[in-house]
């Protein structure tokens, strides 16, 4: 009996432990406009504060191999995106594992995305993809946030 209450144990504290996710980066969305008049381009702004030892991609990358961050938006006639996805000053490096430079953040990371207002009150929804990656093993953790922003037409 002793035994099967440890491996329970056992099985219960390895389980907890593979459960816990990972979440190096948070996101924060906001529109400095969240007003607009139909036919307007309007700039929305994704923000993640990134934990200490960790990095995360940019959006542009001059490298094959890592995942740049993206957004994908769910689609809808009510606005169209202008442009690619930017990012706001990010650091390059030479990265040995890819043999070239890379765009990455530390702390924070800040993207905008221009989009056009097509409608009246358009809801723009989507979601943010990008890569997490520890600077001790460069181990990465994929993260897919779901964003909504209501805009109201004037």
Known sequence: ???IAFLLICLIVSVSSFAQIQKPSKWTFSAPSAK???????DLVFTA??????YMYS?????EGPMPTEVVF???NSFKPVGKLVAVNPKEKYDDVWNGK????VKEAKFI??????KANPRIEGKINCYTCTEKSGTCVPS??????DVTTI
């Open 36 to 42: 607009a008049k139909v036919g307007e381009t309007i």
């Open 49 to 54: 504060k990134i934990d200490q030892g960790w």
């Open 113 to 118: 995305q221009k989009v056009k207002i097509l």
């Open 102 to 105: 890379i765009s990455y953040f």
């Open 1 to 3: 009996m002793k035994k």
């Open 74 to 76: 769910v689609a809808d």
């Open 144 to 149: 897919k946030d779901k964003f909504s922003f």
């Open 59 to 63: 959006s542009e990358l001059k490298v």
